[in-house]
């Protein structure tokens, strides 16, 4: 089982332009959650989503910022025109039902700079 | 908005020492989970407590749950050098209409050799 897969590692971006970020959660596991941590930071939940449906996206910027979860393939969290302040590591994790009674599996998360 | 604020924010022990990191919250929870994030890397699940339990154990580890007083404690004993990390606190959060974690800020442990 090869865990919460994210990709890229670290992805450099200038200001302008889009930023892909992907996440493979773990077999079996169909909730997939983003946040993002700033340096010296605690993570900021961004959004929710099970297959095919954003469940909550309350803590994702109005503007630039979406997600999706397809029925195949990885949950994408896609950043336009990205700014300096977007500079942050991203981490994706991922729950077989919901959290009532099960902890996250985290991916080593994206790093992204925006230069 | 955080919920789960960890104290103290740094720790600085020698290996072989005991290590309790504290986690105060602000609403009702269901479950209370400890994560530990090495330098540059994804946050590991350590430890789940449900809001009905009072103590649990996993090997080094030890979490307390107070819901009177809304705080949690984890213990790690006879500390490592590899147990060097940041520590986070995370409770489950009905906020926006959906149940997820919330994580504090997180808490430094640096265990000396």
């Known amino acids: 089982n090869a865990g919460v897969m994210q990709n890229p590692r670290h992805l450099v971006r200038r200001r302008g332009q889009e930023a892909r970020l992907r996440c493979s959660p773990m077999?079996?596991?169909?909730?997939v959650y983003w946040y993002r941590q700033l340096p010296e930071e605690g993570l900021k939940f961004m959004v929710y989503l099970q297959k095919e449906n954003i469940i909550d996206e309350s803590g994702m910027p109005k503007e630039r910022f979406s997600a999706e979860f397809p029925k195949e393939g990885p949950s994408i969290l896609r950043i336009q025109q990205v700014v300096r302040g977007d500079s942050a590591a991203y981490f994706c994790?991922?729950?077989?039902?919901?959290?009532?009674?099960?902890?996250?599996?985290f991916g080593s998360g994206t790093r992204l700079t925006v230069v | 908005s955080q919920q789960g604020e960890e104290d103290p924010q740094a720790l600085s022990i020698q290996e072989g020492e005991n290590a309790t990191m504290n986690c105060s919250y602000k609403t009702s929870i269901n479950n209370l989970q400890w994560y530990r994030q090495n330098s540059g890397r994804g946050l590991v699940h350590l430890i789940l407590?449900?809001?009905?339990?009072r103590e649990k154990h996993s090997g080094r580890l030890r979490v307390t749950l107070d819901t009177s007083k809304k705080s949690s404690s984890l213990l790690i004993t006879a500390s490592r050098a590899a147990d060097t990390a940041s520590y986070f606190c995370?409770?489950?959060?009905?906020?926006?209409?959906?149940?997820?974690?919330?994580f504090g800020k997180g808490m430094k442990l640096t265990v000396n050799p």
């Open positions: 407590i449900r809001s009905n339990e």
């Open positions: 995370a409770t489950d959060a009905l906020q926006g209409g959906s149940e997820k974690l919330v």
């Open positions: 994790a991922s729950s077989p039902r919901g959290i009532l009674n099960y902890g996250y599996t």
């Open positions: 077999k079996g596991h169909s909730h």
